[in-house]
């Protein structure tokens, strides 16, 4: 069986515990690219990055590494998915950097934006211009409804699994099944707690159940105390050995 499984973190920093982990020589973007083929870039939620900027980026990884974007901020978190023509635009001409790199652009909406189909239907659309996979991490209740994975599916995006969940329905992957996207903000703390062995071992189940269906992305955000780089490395170590095979499957990252 093979599969397609993706393992990063949340920005490149490669804490000073986990240096061991990649190689010495580099810019943190080249050793980090090293060792995992992913990565989130959350930096461009607060403010925009030039195209000649994504060039760089993209010029200093593999042509299997790929990226991850957040989409910024004005558009989910002040306009609010409404009247968003220009800064979609805006950002598609920026991000178009990363050219065949670009993976992934990550919808992240604030806790208090309730599901609006006046609203979340035309910014589907509008979005599914964008050169890239995307991925809807909602959190407010009213959008894990059957009705709105129709409405995702649809459009052809995923909706991230999330942990810790916002609400239970938020803890496995939804919208459209051709891709799913966990993002791990560490639990009980959320951002700074780091993941034990047996949490690390459940999140290798999930991701090889998810991605029998289709690309899977597992994406550590819990950065505040250096202990994503470390989770993820322990999770791609799984991967690459012969644990997941006596399970019953076979693949790689």
């Known amino acids: 069986m093979s599969f397609t499984i993706r393992i990063g973190t949340a920005g490149w920093t490669i804490p000073r515990l986990w240096r061991d982990g990649f190689p010495a020589e580099g810019s943190q973007l080249e050793r ?25 980026w993209a010029g200093s990884v593999g042509p299997d590494f790929r990226f991850a974007v957040k989409l910024p901020r004005e558009i989910t978190h002040e306009r609010r998915l409404v009247e968003v023509s220009s800064p979609l635009l805006e950002f598609a001409g ?8 670009l993976g992934v ?10 599901f609006d189909p006046d609203a979340a239907a035309p910014f589907l659309r509008a979005a599914g211009a964008l050169p890239a996979q995307l991925v809807l ?3 407010h209740a009213s959008w894990f409804t059957d009705a709105v994975d129709a409405l995702l599916a649809q459009h052809r995006v995923a909706r991230a699994a999330a942990d810790p969940p916002p609400v239970a329905e938020a803890a496995v992957p939804g919208g459209w099944k051709g891709f799913a996207y966990f993002r791990l903000h560490g639990s009980p703390h959320i951002y700074r707690s780091g ?13 090889l159940r998810a991605a029998s269906t289709g690309e899977t992305w597992v994406i550590y955000d819990n950065t505040t105390s250096g202990a994503a780089a470390g989770n993820a490395l322990a999770l791609a170590g799984r991967f690459q050995s012969d ?3 006596r399970e019953g499957s076979t693949g790689s990252t």
């Open 32 to 56: 980090y690219a090293a060792r995992l083929p992913a990565v989130e870039i959350n930096s461009s939620f607060y403010r925009p990055h030039r195209l000649e900027t994504y060039c760089r």
């Open 243 to 245: 644990e997941l095979v």
């Open 94 to 101: 920026q991000i178009a950097g990363l050219g065949e790199k």
């Open 105 to 114: 652009v990550l919808i992240q909406l604030p806790p208090s934006l309730a």
């Open 195 to 207: 993941y034990q062995e047996d949490a690390i071992a459940a999140q290798a189940r999930s991701a």
């Open 137 to 139: 991490e909602p959190r």
